[in-house]
């Protein structure tokens, strides 16, 4: 198993301060994370069903649930949490974390 924080942004009023602080601030602040094994960002994200679409989806990936709650809870962490405050003041955000279950993935057939 396999653990992942996902953080959806909504589309930014600046989108230009948005992505040059998301670039130049929050991801190498992000990848400084004691234990992190994965860093995605993702675009263009849409809805399938309808709703407003997402300016951008970050997801990060740590080994175990232990290795998050470390990971946010060092000095990067707190680093990290501190700029996503900033972030939050320029695009609304919603996180979240869980556990993938790797036994219930099936590869295509």
């Known amino acids: 198993m396999t653990v ?3 953080a959806l942004y909504e589309t930014p009023a600046d989108p230009e301060a948005f ?3 998301y670039r130049q601030v929050h991801i190498p ?7 992190l094994r994965r860093y995605t960002v ?5 809805g399938v069903r309808g709703g407003a679409p997402y300016y951008l989806v ?3 990936e740590w080994e175990t649930m232990d290795d998050l709650r470390a990971a946010f809870g ?7 949490a501190g700029d996503a405050a900033r972030l939050q003041e320029l ?3 919603r996180s979240m974390i869980f556990t993938v279950d790797d036994s219930m993935t099936q590869p295509p057939a």
């Open 91 to 93: 695009a609304a955000v």
């Open 74 to 80: 060092s000095p990067e962490g707190r680093a990290a």
């Open 29 to 35: 602040l992000g990848r400084r994370l004691p234990g």
């Open 19 to 21: 992505d040059r602080h």
């Open 58 to 60: 970050a997801e990060l």
């Open 42 to 46: 993702s675009r263009d994200v849409a």
């Open 4 to 6: 992942r924080f996902l």
